[in-house]
């Protein structure tokens, strides 16, 4: 066994001002069994980040999680103690990171993400735990709902982009790395969603792959990704051989059937935009007309569709900027019979695809009644859909009609459905291996390096026909990366892993080589 450093450090400040001078929790390089001194505050570790099964097709990007039990027989880690020096900063949103340092590399990230909650836990006789609970980027996003206004002709990448700038995620390289999009979206909008199934349905519209990085980033792989570059070389071989290089500790092949999918269908959505017109107009008039005093602001949410909308209305295309007198009108008396106030009303708006706010102002000495106020733009509505659906009797006939369940709602053409279909039905007709394979990271120093090099998207080489007797000697993608550092010092780290011979087969133009690849991928 090798002695490994490890640091887990929150930004108790804010930002990322990783503090070290307020409890850098770093695991003690002596090992020693101590675990109430200053250095030596963590008991054990847990985190997980990726898909939550080894699969290209059925896997689902999760937010990472971090669970870390902490030493706190000194009270530190209770928020409400005043005389801890963390007292006022242990709040949700944090930054944290676990860092981890072999013979040859030195803070090299782990996990990355921010703090949910610490949870204090007292026993009896005198021991006291805390309980420190992180998510990943994505759980961060996607505590409120999001709106993105309509855009057209948007690549994949340029709609992740829309929407984590809307749910207020940090740009540039530093919090994002977008592979350029294959898929261009005809139109696309969000009105009132989150943010995590809002970025899984590009996700799957491109074929791609939405992720957490380690280093905290949110990545998004397009469906070439693993079809070019490093993704066809293997990072390194896991092996059940004698003398091999990389040993696995365990390995489980998972059921293949949940992954066989013989029938895929989708719809092609198409709009059509209609004229300008009235599309929102304020119900309360004549007596009922409401008042706004002297320096007040009243806002005012307009809505399309409404109950009275066209059918299949589904949104605006542009909203029409609410002008005086055309859409606002102002009275001194509810009936519109007094001194028309109009000019003294200021306005503003908000707009967004589905709703515009409107916010009025009385800039006048006296109360100013609203007797018209009314929002015009240009309507959407969905046409019908097409719908295409691909199938494989052959598949049918040896695993039963199996149904991929997901829509994929916002691909542009019916050629690219097709060509999804015909792609996805190629590879999942037919069971492909599934394995989760752990190592012990702290056997060697080789099994620490490997530990802080791997990555989700990496592809690496299981085989398993030695001791293991799976009759496995190929390659994989890692979908799934959890690690568990216990009270005893083991770091357990296990992969899930997804068949990649098959993809592998793909061929790409200016990438494969003719006659080495079978399949044309979309």
Same mark, same amino acid.
């Given at each position: ?26 695991? +003690?390089? !002596?090992?020693?069994? !101590? ?9 054990s ?36 103690? @005043? ?9 949700p949103?944090?930054?944290v ?18 703090? /949910?909650?610490?949870?204090?836990q ?14 990943? +980027? ?35 390289? !530093? ?14 909008? #969000? ?22 990085? #380690? ?28 003398g ?28 059509t ?25 009243? @806002? ?5 569709? /409404? ?13 029409? /900027? ?30 967004s ?40 009797? @052959? ?13 994929? +709602?916002?691909?542009?053409t019916?050629?690219e ?11 999942? #007709?037919?069971? @492909? ?27 690496v ?10 009759s ?43 006659? !080495? ?6």
């Amino acid at each position: 066994m090798v002695v490994a450093t490890y640091k887990l450090q929150v930004a108790w400040g804010g930002g990322v001002d990783w503090d070290a001078s307020l409890f850098p929790m770093d695991f +003690p390089v !002596t090992w020693g069994a !101590t675990l109430v001194v200053a250095n030596d505050r963590i008991r054990s570790i847990s985190c997980s980040f990726g898909r939550d099964r080894a699969s290209q097709l059925t896997g689902n990007s999760k937010a990472g999680r971090l669970r870390v039990v902490l030493s706190n027989i000194s009270g530190d880690y209770n928020p409400f103690n @005043t005389s801890s020096p963390l007292y006022g900063n242990i709040l949700p949103g944090r930054a944290v990171r676990l860092l981890g340092t072999s013979a040859t590399q030195s803070d090299q990230p782990i996990w990355q993400g921010y703090l /949910t909650r610490i949870t204090p836990q007292v026993f009896l006789g005198g021991d006291a735990t805390a309980i420190l609970e992180a998510t990943g +980027p994505l759980g961060q996003i996607n505590l409120d709902q999001i709106e993105v206004p309509m855009v057209t002709a948007q690549r994949t990448d340029q709609v992740v982009d829309d929407i984590l700038d809307a749910a207020g995620w940090g740009s540039g390289s !530093t919090y994002r790395t977008l592979d350029v999009g294959k898929t261009t979206i005809t139109r696309y909008w #969000k009105d009132g969603t989150f943010t995590v199934p809002a970025l899984l349905e590009v996700e799957s519209t491109e074929g791609g792959f939405i992720r957490e990085g #380690k280093d905290g980033k949110i990545i998004f792989d397009n469906r070439h990704h693993r079809l070019s570059g490093a993704a066809l070389t293997s990072q390194a071989t896991y092996s059940d051989a004698a003398g091999a290089a990389r040993v696995y500790s365990g390995i489980i092949q998972d059921d293949p059937l949940p992954g066989i999918f013989n029938i895929f269908s989708t719809e092609i959505q198409t709009y059509t935009t209609a004229s300008v017109a009235v599309l929102w107009t304020l119900s309360e008039s004549g007596a009922n007309s409401p008042a706004i005093s002297p320096s007040v602001s009243l @806002t005012y949410t307009a809505r399309y569709p /409404t109950r009275g909308s066209a059918n299949n209305a589904v949104g605006v295309d542009a909203w029409t /900027t609410v002008a005086s007198t055309t859409d606002v009108l102002g009275n001194a008396a509810a009936d519109g019979s007094g001194t028309n106030m109009t000019s003294d009303i200021g306005i503003a708006v908000s707009k967004s695809s589905e709703t515009m706010q409107i916010t009025l102002t009385n800039n006048g000495a006296v109360p100013a009644y609203i007797t018209k106020l009314q929002a015009r733009g240009t309507g959407i509505t969905a046409d019908d859909p097409a719908t295409i659906k691909v199938e494989d009797a @052959t598949s049918q006939t040896d695993f039963g009609k199996r149904t991929w369940p997901s829509k994929t +709602p916002w691909i542009p053409t019916t050629l690219e459905a097709l060509d999804w279909a015909d792609y996805n039905i190629g590879i999942f #007709k037919d069971p @492909t291996a599934v394995l989760k394979l752990s190592y012990w990271a702290n056997r060697d120093t080789n099994s620490l390096n490997e530990m802080l090099d791997r990555d989700i998207s990496e592809r690496v080489t299981v085989v398993a026909e030695n001791n293991a007797d799976l009759s496995i000697d190929q390659g994989f993608f890692i979908e799934g990366i959890s690690h568990q550092i216990s009270a005893n010092r083991l770091h357990k780290v296990t992969y899930l892993l997804s068949d990649a011979a098959e993809f592998s087969d793909s061929w790409v133009l200016n990438t494969s080589a003719v006659g !080495t690849s079978t399949r044309l991928a979309y």
